[in-house]
């Protein structure tokens, strides 16, 4: 099997998997549980604590575990619009946001608030002039993800998270396909991750809050992480959180050039038959969108079920709807279906590459041999 769907999930770090293991076997007490194993337990936490918020990078903040980025969302978009000042009612998002930000506005609305969706051009960026023309007193939130899982594009989150608080409004950013991938711009109050998009465990994620930016709780019960969120932590997905963590920053620069030259490699094997989806430039070039012209990307994900790619977003995949964002940039139906998303990052290899490069342009030639 040759995994490209780095954008879905990542394989997680060895060095994550064994840090994690004692916290599955033997150290199974409870962390908030005052026994002395417990406080080991809930120490282990802290310490994976500030490795996430040392790989974020931002100053002023606190981070809260959850069950996952979703989770995260959810609760920023949800709690800061019940905690603001009664006439800020709307919240502003982006046409490419993922489904937790897209739905949860949608769910929003049903309640009665105001939801302004902005749209992006081909490349897929939002222009500044829409957002600062989307900006007034009725806004709560802005919420803009940073790089998108589904064409990469990058967006500019620090200018927007300042026109935001031009406006007196809150910003939320969804890092969860940018952290340890690309730096984490000043700017956000609010930044939703998760743990198995860095190379670390599924069923964790994190919202770093910027001090006094903190949401009304999602999740009631003890409140065990710092009042604001209730649930009992996992030792063990914090511990594997915070190493995968770790490494990410400790090897940026290495992943980095890493993923350049898989990048260049990929371009040159695939030639110009193969469209780029989005922006070239404003771009994290482990995730390579690409379309070709009356190709059924469906059918080539059948044809080659030992090479691990995807359609577009995982949710997306199974529902057999067209991307909505592939449709944002503009794609029509057709070049949609034509589209596929290849991801590849730390562990790939160049050779595992141009195998399966290789064979992916072998049966889209086929599917055009046969059409024809
Ligand atoms: N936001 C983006 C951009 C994602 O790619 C994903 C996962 O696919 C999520 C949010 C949700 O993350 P989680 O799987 O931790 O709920």
């Known amino acids: 099997m040759i995994y490209l769907d780095y954008q879905a999930t990542t394989p997680v770090a060895p060095e994550a998997a064994v840090a994690m293991r004692p916290w599955i076997e033997d150290k199974f007490a409870n962390p908030h549980s005052p026994s002395r194993q417990g406080r080991e337990a809930a120490a282990a936490i802290e310490v994976a604590r500030k490795q996430v918020e040392q790989t974020i990078g931002l100053r002023g903040g606190r981070l809260a575990f959850t ?87 990058i967006q500019p ?19 969860v396909q940018a952290l340890g991938r690309v730096a984490i711009p000043e700017g956000p109050d609010l930044l939703a991750v998760s743990a198995h998009k860095i190379h670390g465990p599924k069923g964790i994620g994190a919202l770093w809050m910027r001090h006094g930016a903190e949401p009304v709780p999602l999740i009631h019960g003890g409140g065990q992480e710092q009042g604001l969120r209730s649930g009992t932590l996992s030792p063990a997905l914090c511990v594997g959180f915070g190493t995968a963590a770790t490494i990410a920053s400790g090897q940026f620069e290495r992943d ?72 944002a940039i503009g794609l029509s139906d057709r070049e949609a279906r034509s589209s596929i998303r290849l991801g590849f990052g730390r562990y790939t290899t160049e050779k595992e590459l141009a195998g399966a490069l290789g064979r992916i342009s072998e049966a889209a030639q086929a599917q055009g041999r046969f059409a024809a």
């Open 157 to 175: 989150v620090g200018e927007i998270a300042q026109l935001a608080r031009d406006a007196g409004a809150l910003m939320l950013c969804d890092a």
């Open 67 to 153: 069950g996952s980025a979703t989770e995260a969302i959810n609760w920023a978009i949800k709690g800061t619009i019940e905690k603001a000042a009664p006439a800020r009612t709307r919240v502003v998002a982006v046409q490419t946001e993922h489904a937790a930000v897209l739905d949860t506005c949608e769910w929003l609305q049903g309640k009665g608030f105001e939801v302004t969706v902005l749209p992006v051009g081909s490349d897929g960026l939002v222009a500044l002039d829409d957002v600062k023309a989307a900006l007034d007193k009725r806004v709560a939130l802005v919420a803009v993800m940073l790089v998108n899982n589904e064409i990469g594009t």
């Open 256 to 327: 980095h050039a890493h993923v350049e030259r898989l990048w260049a490699a990929a371009r040159e094997a695939l030639g110009s038959p193969w469209i780029i989806n989005g922006s070239v430039e404003c771009r994290y070039r482990g995730n390579l969108n690409i379309r070709r012209e009356g190709i059924d990307a469906t059918r080539l994900i059948a044809d080659l079920r030992d090479i691990a790619f995807s359609l577009g977003s995982a949710c997306a995949s199974g529902s057999g709807r067209p991307s909505h964002v592939l449709r």
